[in-house]
């Protein structure tokens, strides 16, 4: 049962605070043309399905999709939209792979696409209605909207993520030039990528010092914008890929576990992760997809790894939490570039999320970008040969988290 | 195709208001089918819910529903359309070969927030917003309207459609009460109110509250967990552009491509003999007699012909179909749910006698835009 | 991203984009009313009135939550035993958030904490004694419950939590 199933090809688009010159469907048709003119061995005739994703909340647009149809190609075609908020773009890819991996008869190429415009609607807003349906519960419970407003007011996104900064900041005693480090070599690599947000190439650690404090331990030069963009992805089956392009990315291993929500219960109950920053979901999601993969020491066998991190201490955890680093070392591996373009395990040399943050598309960026370092095409390419990488994203109340693990070579399990 | 078997279902009874939480809801329907199949929480793999973030009032609407689901800890993922659409992911899950039982679960609660306005927001919002006349409403009377005029159907023929459904409702124990009319006439149907003319309100399938849930496993491990599996044999969905006046609204050509893709995989050639039931998602009556004509059960114009009682020749929604409950985002589960119990032979009063084959259909879109559709056989 | 910020980066993205069509829109997420059930919460606020905790034990896989969940995860069952807490817990995991005072205009610090309670599995956001100094706060710092005045039987009753004072801190070798 099931196929190996490979990325072909990745398109971007710019990203910027503002795209005022195209709405949602036409920046969505820039990615795939930039998806396709890498294949010019095929053309729209050729895509069997799509797959389509973005978070409703930001454009004020239910199921977009419909309206995009023609704009992607899609008339007359299969269409599967998959959403989950932060994580969007990871559960788009992985829905691409299972749409090719399942074998329906007739589908075989499947186009992925991930986008947010952010600039047409209210970050804030979209971001802090994900609890509205508990925070009704707590008011009707006795607690006045005055006094919600003063526990809740550290903010959506950022707020979990702060409780989170606090207890790994516990852990692992780092100081605030450890994340203004992971800031500037983030910056100064999407400075090399074409499509990327926050291009900075000369930025250093007392710059984004000087900025004042969002949220302990997180200042404003930390965080990350809030982008509009696109990217769309190409799955095909083994067969095909090799008449597609030279060098194939073939997907191994994907999982997407949810665990618990952090920080507020549902319907009024206390949060069961009493150390956000464990992560016992991220943990499990790498161990199936690297057991998928066959993969025993991701320490020596991953070269590449793109991790989501909108926030720097948060590229801290993951690289501990997904098994490539020891735990409370991470800090260090920065310090002594390890983890810089040049050296042994480089990762987000796109950038990563701190430099763009385009939520529907960012998590599908990460495969993306992994992919193309992997084909060799990437913008800010690493010097050494990369033969194993990964993507990652994370999302909701830090409780969501997707994985998807890529290689030159096909793991083949059904055999 | 391999063959992949759903070994267990679950319902809510349908309220037009409930007197429900949301997550005691979910835990009610997931619960209730993981006990009918006799498994534990341990043996799930996979979860794929199906909740639309409008229809839920808050993002992400599947962050907070990860207890109740059955996915703690679970490779967990998100469909935003019909249930029948997350029904094929799940069925992509499972056949890929990595997932070993998959339930699949969705609906929402129509009580909570006026569905109209949360429909408008699915129209362009350049164009068609600011004016809002084209929407679900209008577009229900524009599709009527075309097939009628196209073919000479009478609104009596339409109407006697919505006779049927309701009259099948009232033999379902889980349909929505307000649908349940035993006694109903195409006078009555007729006279109601109109909702965008030619369509009166009691055409339209009615929003209400109810959650459905369903399990799936490979044909191996479904053999194991029941005795009568029913086999999901063909699957096929497609999308027809979006603007109304680029598609002819008198036929329906994404069921017709979803049907063609669906009975291929199937191995079915003539539809009109081989199939013994079908459940269509319907939101409007004559929604049924053009899928109907789409999939080849009759000629174009004389869907009104098919004898589609409950022991008519081809049944058509025995089970009262849309229009007996239209939960959003449950509805197609709660299509296939249906079709597999006349397979199992538990459709107590309403059960059609000797079914091999049934076909289930989702849908989403105005005018139907996008269609799924799916074939199931009995094991016996 | 702040003005300052935006305004840094611009200097380094100097693109102008060509502006199209725009037309004006609001959504109106308030008109949704939320449907919850609250009967497993109903022993645990007559409880409080009483000015005694209460938790709720999953008797599948032990864990006690504070306050009481409709449905254990883990287990997918609905859990039914009621155990007694103490009225001390733990800082979990804070936060300070900087709030603009609205009438002054200056920017507050206000610790916000996470607790868990001695004897759950579970945390719960809540506010500490506004007399205490933030840069007090530290993981695993004990508090208190303090009670309200006039106790209602509803979440209320728990006013804020106060400090005890920490046996343990001389043996801690990292200081925050």
Redesign the interface.
């Known amino acids: 049962?099931?196929r190996q199933v490979a990325i072909v090809s990745a398109g971007f688009t710019?990203h910027?605070?503002?795209?005022?010159?195209?709405?949602m469907p036409e920046l969505i048709s820039e990615a795939i043309e930039d998806c396709l003119k890498k294949v010019p061995s095929i053309s729209f005739e050729d895509i069997d399905a799509y797959v389509n994703?973005n978070?409703?909340?930001f454009e004020?647009?239910?199921?977009p999709e419909?309206?995009?149809?023609?704009w992607m190609g899609?008339?007359?075609?299969?269409?599967?939209?998959?959403?989950?908020?932060?994580t969007t773009g990871g559960?788009v890819a992985?829905?691409g792979y299972?749409?090719v991996?399942?074998?329906?008869?007739?589908i075989d190429t499947v186009l992925a696409i991930g986008f947010e415009q952010q600039s047409q609607g209210n970050t804030a807003?979209?971001?802090a209605?994900?609890?509205?349906?508990?925070i009704?519960?707590?008011n009707?419970?006795?607690?006045?909207y005055e006094?919600l407003t003063?526990?809740?007011?550290?903010?959506a996104a950022i707020?979990v993520a702060?409780?989170?900064?606090?207890?790994y900041m516990?852990k692992s005693?780092i100081t605030e030039e450890d994340l203004a480090r992971v800031v500037v070599q983030n910056r100064r690599n999407a400075?090399k990528t074409w499509w990327a947000?926050?291009?900075?190439?000369d930025l250093t650690i007392e710059q984004v010092l000087d900025?004042?404090?969002?949220?302990?331990p997180l200042r404003?030069?930390m965080?990350?914008?809030?982008s509009d963009g696109a990217c769309a992805v190409l799955f095909t089956t083994e067969e095909k890929a090799k008449n597609m392009c030279d060098i194939p990315v073939y997907v191994n291993g994907?999982?997407?576990?949810?665990?618990?929500?952090a920080?507020?219960?549902?319907?009024?109950?206390?949060?069961?992760?009493?150390?956000?920053s464990e992560q016992?979901?991220a943990m499990?999601s790498a161990e199936?997809a690297y057991g998928?993969a066959g993969i025993s020491f991701p320490r020596k066998e991953i070269d590449y790894a793109e991790v989501y991190s909108p926030f720097p201490n948060q590229e801290l955890m993951w690289v501990e939490k997904l098994g490539l680093f020891e735990e409370t070392t991470a800090p260090q591996m920065y310090e002594n570039g390890v983890t810089s373009l040049k050296g042994e395990l480089p990762i987000c040399c796109s950038g990563g999320v701190n430099s763009t943050n385009a939520i529907g598309a960012s998590a599908l960026e990460r495969p993306a970008e992994a992919a193309l370092q992997i084909m060799g095409k990437a913008s800010n390419q690493v010097p050494k040969t990369v033969h194993t990488a990964i993507g990652h994203g994370w999302?909701?109340?830090l409780?969501?988290c997707t994985m998807m693990v890529m290689s030159d070579e096909p793991q083949r399990k059904?055999r | 195709m391999e063959k992949v078997g759903i070994v267990g279902y679950n319902q809510v009874k349908l309220y037009s208001d409930a007197n429900y939480g949301r997550y005691e809801m979910i835990f009610e329907a997931v619960r209730g089918a993981i006990d009918k199949a006799g498994l534990k929480k341990k043996d799930i793999t996979t979860v794929v819910s199906c909740t639309n973030d409008y229809y839920d009032g808050r993002t992400i609407s599947n962050c907070f529903t990860v207890d109740v689901g059955g996915s703690y800890l679970t490779d967990e993922s998100k469909v935003e359309m019909d249930g029948a659409h997350a029904v094929l992911y799940g069925l992509m899950r499972v056949l890929s070969g990595n997932h070993k039982l998959a339930v699949v679960w969705g609906g929402s609660m129509a009580s909570c927030f006026p569905y109209h306005s949360a429909r408008l927001y699915e129209t362009d919002p350049t164009w068609e917003r600011p004016l809002a006349y084209v929407n679900d409403i209008t577009s229900a009377g524009f599709q009527m309207r075309a097939y009628m005029e196209k073919y000479g159907v009478s609104v009596d023929d339409i109407a006697k459609v919505s006779v049927k459904n309701r009259k099948n409702a009232a033999k379902n124990p889980l349909a929505l009460e307000e649908a349940q009319n035993a006694n109903i006439t195409v006078k009555d149907i007729l006279e109601s109110e109109i909702y965008a003319d030619p369509v009166t309100e009691l055409m339209v399938a009615q929003p209400c509250d109810g959650i459905a849930a369903l399990l799936l496993a490979p044909e191996k491990q479904a053999l194991k967990i029941t005795d009568n599996p029913v086999w999901i044999t063909g699957v096929g969905y497609s999308q027809d552009t979006y603007y109304l006046g680029d598609r002819d609204l008198s036929t329906c050509k994404s069921m017709e491509n979803a049907g063609k893709m669906a009975f291929k995989t199937a191995g079915i050639k003539n539809p009109k003999e081989e199939i013994d039931v079908a459940e269509f998602f319907e939101a409007y009556a004559h929604e049924e007699l053009i899928f109907a004509e789409a999939l080849g059960f009759a000629d174009k114009g004389k869907g009104a012909s098919i004898e589609s009682e409950i022991n008519g020749n081809l049944p058509i929604n025995p089970s009262g179909g849309a229009i007996g409950g239209n939960p959003p985002c449950a509805t197609g589960i709660i299509r296939i749910i249906e079709a597999a119990k006349q397979l199992t032979g538990e459709a107590n009063g309403y059960q059609v006698k000797g079914v091999k084959k049934a076909i289930a259909s989702g849908q989403i879109g105005m005018c139907a835009q996008n269609n799924i559709l799916y074939v199931l056989e009995g094991s016996n | 991203m702040s003005k300052r910020t935006q305004r840094k980066s611009l200097d380094y993205v100097k693109k102008d984009y060509v502006k199209t069509r725009t037309m004006p829109g609001n959504w109106y997420l308030s008109s949704y009313t939320y449907k919850f059930n609250l009967t497993h919460m109903q022993p645990f606020l007559k409880k409080l009135k009483e000015k005694k905790l209460v938790g709720l034990k999953c008797p599948g896989c032990n864990r006690v939550f504070f306050p009481p969940r409709l449905v254990c995860g883990q287990c997918l069952i609905k859990p039914n035993q009621w155990v007694d807490l103490r009225e001390t817990g733990e800082v979990a995991s804070f936060t300070i958030a900087y709030l603009k005072d609205p009438g002054t205009g200056k920017v507050q610090e206000k610790p916000m904490v996470l607790i868990r309670q001695d004897g759950a599995d579970t945390v719960y956001m809540v506010e500490l004694n506004p007399e205490v100094d933030y840069k007090d706060t530290y993981i695993g710092m004990p508090v208190k419950v303090h009670w309200s005045e006039d106790l209602k039987g509803s979440l209320a009753d728990i006013e804020y939590y106060d400090l005890v004072e920490d046996n343990a801190r001389d043996l801690d070798l990292h200081k925050e």
Request: charged share 10%; glycine share 14%; hydrophobic share 35%.
């Open positions: 049962m099931g710019e910027a605070s503002k795209r005022s010159d195209v709405n994703g978070m409703p909340a004020g647009a239910n199921i419909l309206w995009m149809t023609d899609a008339r007359n075609k299969p269409l599967m939209r998959v959403t989950t908020g932060g559960t992985i829905a299972y749409s991996a399942a074998g329906l008869p007739g807003t979209g971001l209605s994900v609890a509205y349906g508990e009704t519960v707590y009707t419970l006795g607690i006045t006094r003063r526990i809740l007011s550290a903010g707020g702060s409780y989170q900064a606090t207890n516990h005693k400075a947000h926050l291009k900075m190439p900025t004042p404090y969002i949220s302990y404003y030069g965080v990350c914008p809030a994907v999982s997407s576990i949810a665990h618990e929500t920080v507020l219960g549902y319907n009024c109950s206390g949060s069961g992760q009493i150390d956000p016992l979901g499990k199936l998928q999302g909701g109340s409780n969501l059904w």
